[in-house]
């Protein structure tokens, strides 16, 4: 190969490398620039201090909420319940509240705390409240732009714990699921809020997810879990291209019974692939799009990896999360992608969330909040450092969120920043 060519080449190939650091850093919505999980960082610790990484900062102020974090432009997002209403807060990279808004009414039954992670596009918020309000704040000044009172205009069919769907920006469109006896999802003027599209019912009730959009065969799918289904709606019209019932696949002790099904968890997608997971012993389930994108089919079930609300992630051709054996305790597991077939399922103090920075894992345990960082590996379950977390109060439930070396942990009303590069 000539020299001239060869500096060619390379210089492409850094340019690509470049360019999907860039974006992958740029923390947008939940779970990162994807909402798989996933995060690309550079020289990476190969192992943590006993006491942990170093803490750089850390802030107690926060109203109450198990939101995770939107970052952009070194200014922090979230989400916290003051009195009876949901606010959006935004903070300097180490700590002081810029501004705070008020944007919905919040859940008023169980677990009340905000769960929304605010999505952010072009200079602008877009969130949902625990009662089902969707609204869009400026970014700089948190001045409310509009604001739809959800539960009144599309009735909105609620289970125990309200909403706790963090919105999809696609090009025009802001993209909210009532699922409720008037439509399942509609799409709004992400400038004003006016409709452009709802779809029709599907007759089930609101979950607590997130949605993913999946493109395929020229069609840009968004896929969605209700109380009791799997759907898939064609962003372009609104229509319902698909539905899969996963309650059907349901065994365990809660079939049938007045405690409802608990799915919490975004689909995770890949290819032609869909993934979907749920605590309770409900198994997971992969489906395969077909006929365009206008169908699924079942590809495997798994009664193993039943992940209560921490998500999974897929590094390679495996999947790890931790699984359900009751409420305050579940094991981590490995999967094959292709196959469901388990890997290993190991313990590690409980059950949690989950996310993947490069070919790592970082789990944070719901119950004592340690948080681990591991070898994503699906030959063993290799533990490279723990620490706990010192700061907040009640229950591990917030994302961890990694950016430009550091990771952010929320714990209800404390957030704290630890570096996890080489970088100093």
């Known amino acids: 190969m ?10 492409i190939i850094f340019m690509v490398i470049k360019t999907s650091f860039v974006l992958a850093q740029n923390v947008t919505q939940w779970r990162g620039s994807e909402r798989n999980g996933a995060y690309l ?53 180490k700590g002081k509240i810029l501004w705070e808004t008020e944007y919905g009414r919040a859940w008023n039954g169980s677990f009340p705390d905000a769960r929304c992670t605010p999505t952010y596009n072009n200079g602008k918020l877009y ?3 625990g009662y089902g309000d969707v609204a869009c704040i400026d970014a700089k000044t948190g001045a409310l732009v509009w604001q739809i009172k959800g539960m009144e205009k599309w009735d909105i069919r609620f289970w125990t714990w309200g909403c706790a769907e963090s919105l999809i920006v696609l090009e025009d469109m802001v993209i909210f699921n009532p699922i409720g006896n008037k439509t399942t999802t509609v ?27 999946v493109e395929h065969a020229n069609k840009k799918i968004m896929v969605n879990v209700s109380a009791s289904n799997i759907y ?27 405690f409802p099904i608990s799915n919490c968890n975004s689909p995770l997608v890949h290819d032609n692939r869909i993934y979907v997971t749920s605590g309770y012993d409900h198994c997971g389930v992969m489906l395969a799009l077909k006929h365009g994108g206008t169908a699924v089919e079942q590809v495997w079930t798994d009664t193993i990896m039943d992940t209560h609300m921490g998500g999974v992630v897929k590094v390679g051709d495996y999947l790890y999360g931790s699984n359900w ?83 952010y942990i929320r714990h209800n009303n404390a957030l704290m920043a630890y570096r996890i590069t080489n970088d100093n």
Not at 2 to 11: A, N
Not at 232 to 258: M, P, R
Request: hydrophobic share 40%.
């Open 232 to 258: 898939g709606v064609d962003l372009q019209d609104g229509e319902i291209v698909w539905i899969f019932n996963y309650y059907d696949l349901y065994t365990g002790k809660s079939k049938n019974a007045d």
């Open 325 to 407: 054996i009751n409420n305050a305790k579940g094991n981590w597991v490995c999967l094959d992608w292709n196959t469901g077939a388990v890997q290993w399922e190991e313990t590690w103090n409980s059950k949690g969330c989950i996310i993947a920075v490069n070919d790592k894992l970082i789990l944070y345990d719901e119950k004592r909040g340690e948080v681990a960082l591991t070898e994503a590996s699906p030959e063993y379950f290799k533990l490279l450092g723990s620490f706990k977390v010192p700061l907040g109060k009640g229950r591990h439930w917030s994302c961890p969120v990694v950016q430009n070396g550091v990771l």
């Open 41 to 93: 960082e550079k020289e990476l610790l190969n192992d943590w201090p006993v006491t942990g990484p170093e803490m750089l900062w850390s802030f107690e102020g926060l109203h109450p909420g198990y939101s995770s974090l939107c970052i952009v432009d070194n200014v922090i997002y979230t989400t916290g319940k003051k009195d009876s209403m949901d606010v959006c807060i935004a903070l300097e990279l």
């Open 127 to 129: 969130l949902s409240s």
């Open 2 to 11: 000539k020299k001239k060519h060869f500096l060619l080449i390379t210089t």
């Open 187 to 213: 799409a709004l003027n992400k400038e004003d809020g006016e409709v452009i599209w709802e779809s029709e019912s599907i007759h089930d009730s609101m979950a607590y997810v997130s949605p993913v959009v």
